[in-house]
């Protein structure tokens, strides 16, 4: 099932569409190194994600980086929709040569994000670091999951981001999965919308 998707501001234009599946991914925000992030979340995480977006990165990279997360997580949800029977709670640890990320995820209902990370510096070429947590805010409270994310080791900045991108679409996919217990795994009997 395809997932489409459109946000129209004054600051960003954004076209997302997101299915599972290993097919590749079209990814043009504009912003190179979070096309580069996108790219590896759609990878390690079974998705597949067309998106391209026209934003006020002549101002910065904020508005677009921001709208995407909100976007994709609005997306997840809707993939997301049939919970009968989820695994629910998805763990990765991911090594990027000397670093090292954890993140666990509940797909709860609930959102919520923990996220630990010092990077060791501001920028990746010329964007700024600060917004890898903007990005992972807005994703984590529209597709209303419960997430935390810690950077274990740190080293060099692009693998510090990269290995929590990674780490996040494994934890992601592992939740998402299908059990062999046809159930909805909560002892409420309902997992919140």
């Known amino acids: 099932m395809t997932v489409n998707k459109e946000r129209n501001t004054k600051e960003t234009r954004i076209k997302l569409s997101l299915d599972k599946g290993l097919s590749e991914s079209t990814i043009d925000t504009g912003v190179g ?3 580069h992030m996108l790219d590896l979340f759609a990878f390690h995480g ?10 006020d990165t002549d101002v910065d990279d904020h508005h677009t980086t921001e709208d995407i997360g909100i976007l994709l997580g609005q997306a ?10 989820i695994k629910r709670y998805g763990t990765a640890y991911v090594p990027m040569d000397e670093t090292l990320a954890r993140t ?34 807005a994703l984590t ?18 693998h510090e981001i990269e290995a ?8 992601l996919r592992k939740a998402s999965q299908t059990s ?14």
């Open 33 to 35: 190194f979070l096309n």
């Open 46 to 55: 079974h998705y597949v994600l067309d998106v391209t977006v026209d934003g």
């Open 76 to 85: 997840i949800v809707e993939l997301n929709q049939d919970k009968s029977s």
């Open 104 to 137: 666990v995820v509940d797909i709860s209902g609930r959102p919520y994000l923990h996220f630990e990370a010092d990077f060791s510096s501001q920028k990746v070429g010329t964007f700024d670091v600060q917004l890898v947590k903007e990005f992972f805010y």
């Open 141 to 158: 409270i529209h597709a209303r999951l419960t997430v935390h994310m810690d950077l274990l080791r740190g080293g060099n900045t692009h």
């Open 164 to 171: 929590l991108f990674k780490a996040f679409a494994q934890s």
């Open 180 to 193: 062999d217990i046809r159930r909805l795994p909560s002892s409420k009997g309902v997992i919140e919308e």
